[in-house]
């Protein structure tokens, strides 16, 4: 059994391991972090996971106990300017792969799969051209005098309810696609698991399927109906009605009839606009694929278009339905990892500071939710079934771990039982038709 001492040991050993070698993510190697301060490499990683969304000053003495002798704010500012972003998603990345090492979860969602649902969001920030590049500044519009962001691009386990992986990118080069792609590259695999990739109509594309395809992996994608401009035009599809096809492609790149088209494939042309990393623009080459298209109707009588390569005898169309569905895990991980983890309470005005954060805040996250996958709850007949109050769980674990050691007097199992929310099921609330922009908050503006 997992115990929250043994996840706070997984996560200071992957501390460890980033700053034996911190020289690889150093703003000037072989020059930072060369001499011995208040503030060192392990610390300071230790410092930002565990960061609040109070004032910098305020939250270094919580972290330091108060010492009159703890790091000041300035000292902290000087440190954090020589550490790279990387080296806390090197952490990030180390963690969860800790993770998998010790126990193989129960997946629910479909057993033998690990499903990743995939989306973006984006974190706003106050800055000035002297701090960040122009490739993170939002004109003025939601406000009037503009503001910063980075985009967040981010793989989202269903059943552990891990962030396996993130990528980030400045607003102005934001490109979902190609993000999609760097990270079904590079996660590692699990042995004896396949893995679903989940994603809405923002990542329906040929790249992206070939990219899962050529990994020996699945996708699930929503896209456009076959009465939209898409994908799906002009294949011979039914244009009414639910139905299940399997439809086989070949992507060409020059138009030319010299091509050769296999049997029963129907051609499809990609120009020099679109990316597409199997066949170079302008060659003979061609890439196949097959896949399925399934179109479900919804309650409200609408009509939906999933693609997928997931076999049709263990997936029929009311499966692919409900593990569609199942992404919308992601987006309620989005609003724990902004206003509950605190992805919107920044302490700087850097960019490459606010990045640190970002990953930060991510590891932080998966932190709090390895805690609450491992307290046991004691079954009692009551109504509804109870889950740790993540919001408590997390205000528990930055406090759990302040503390350098790993062998800690709290009861932190003893603290999260006691911290109980129900569990009411099929609950559905209308969504919002326009985004709602929140404006960054103002260093000024903090809690005491």
Known sequence: MITPQMIKQRFQSAVRKVTAHIQDFSVHPGKDFSRIRKLPPDSLIRFLVAEGASSTRVELLD???????????????????KLRPEAIKEVLDTFNASLIGMDQPLRRAAPGYRCLAVDGSSASFYSTPQFSPDSYFVSQGHSAKGFYSVHVNALFDIDTHLYMDALLQPVHEKDEFRAFCI???????????????????????????????????YFLFRSKDVLSKGILKNLGLPTDGAFDRTVTITLERRQSKKIPIPPGSQPRFIGADISFDYVQYGSDDTYTMTFRVVRIQLPSGAYECLVTNLPLEEFPPERLAELYFSRWKIECAY?????????????SCKAMHVEQEVYARLLLYNITEALVQSTVLEARNTKHEYQVNFTRAAHICRVFLRSPSEEDRIDIAALLRRELVPIRRNRKYSRLQTAHFRKPKYFIYRAA
């Open 63 to 81: 972290f330091f106990g108060f010492d009159p002798d703890a790091p000041t704010s300035s000292a902290f500012r000087q440190q954090r300017a």
């Open 183 to 217: 990270m079904v590259d590079r996660i590692p695999l699990i042995p004896g698991i396949r893995d679903i990739y989940i994603g809405d109509r923002g990542y329906c594309s040929y790249n992206d399927m070939a990219h899962v395809i050529e990994k020996g992996q």
């Open 335 to 347: 609003r724990d990892l902004k206003y509950t983890i605190g992805m919107t309470s920044f302490h």
